[in-house]
């Protein structure tokens, strides 16, 4: 089995390689959009970067289903500022546009702001030290291989909320230690599959975007999703998560929901 989601091409610095471990649960030919989002994260930090800044949010928008393919990725600046800006990047293949990453980028205080301790967010969930979670697929080699998942409450094949714990087993792409960003956009993007309340078997819901907002980056290796399915009977959705680390919150994400009969 290969040791990563993506392999740079050593021919082209802006493409990469797809691997089986990108595959994900609704097609063998397609992949699971946690890592082409990773994928869109590293492209972000690695574009312009500016010491004392740090991305805040992070939108990705999901244009098709992403093949296994090699994926061409372009980033830029889209808005320069001093204290704050906007960036882009996207994912491309031969047939052109799949996926696009929209990032706001904010100056760090120095010295820190003096929040008073009790504003400071708090609270936290049962901790990763657990047995490994297996995922219902039938796809002996998937993105499943390369993630590892610890429930807290729920699973994959119980409908309703969940609280997950997601850690990465392989890197994002070979030989690049995954950034706290890259960890946390590939784990937020199972809030739909985690809270999910349909039958997998019968019905489909899948995402269009993820939003992640993160008023602080992860610390470790691990990412907590507490995630909920909010469904109508018309056929959209909305999947929310409260992310957290070790040592408490870091933020949320959302996903907006296609629901449907297979």
Request: negative net charge.
């Amino acid at each position: 089995m290969t040791s990563a989601f993506y392999l740079p091409d050593p021919a082209d610095p802006s493409r990469f390689l797809s691997t089986e471990l990108t595959r994900g649960p609704w097609s063998a030919d397609a992949q699971h959009a946690g890592p082409p989002s990773a994928l869109l994260a590293y492209a972000l930090e690695r574009c312009e970067p500016r010491a004392g800044f740090q991305i805040g949010r992070v939108t990705m928008e999901i244009f098709r289903p992403i093949p296994l393919e090699p994926l061409t990725v372009d980033a830029k600046v889209v808005r320069p500022g001093r204290s704050v800006e906007f960036l882009e990047a996207t994912l491309s293949t031969e047939r052109g546009l799949v996926m696009r990453g929209a990032a706001w980028r904010f100056k760090l205080a120095d010295p820190e702001l003096p929040v008073p301790e009790r504003f400071l967010p708090s609270g936290n969930r049962p901790g990763p030290e657990r047995e490994p979670s297996p995922f219902p697929t039938s796809n002996a080699v998937g993105f499943h291989n390369g993630i590892e998942y610890r429930f807290v409450t729920g699973a994959f094949d119980e409908p309703g909320p969940a609280v997950c714990w997601i850690g990465l087993r392989n890197p994002i792409v070979a030989g690049e230690i995954p950034s706290p960003l890259e960890r946390t956009l590939i784990a937020a993007d199972h809030g739909n599959g985690a809270s999910s309340i349909f039958d997998w078997d019968r019905y489909l819901f899948i995402n269009t975007d993820l939003t992640v907002t993160l008023h602080r980056m992860p610390v470790g290796e691990w990412v907590c999703l507490d995630a909920v399915t909010y469904p109508q009977p018309y056929g959209i959705a909305l999947a929310e998560s409260a992310l957290f680390d070790e040592k408490g919150p870091i933020g949320r994400s959302t996903q907006t929901l296609h629901l449907a009969e297979r």
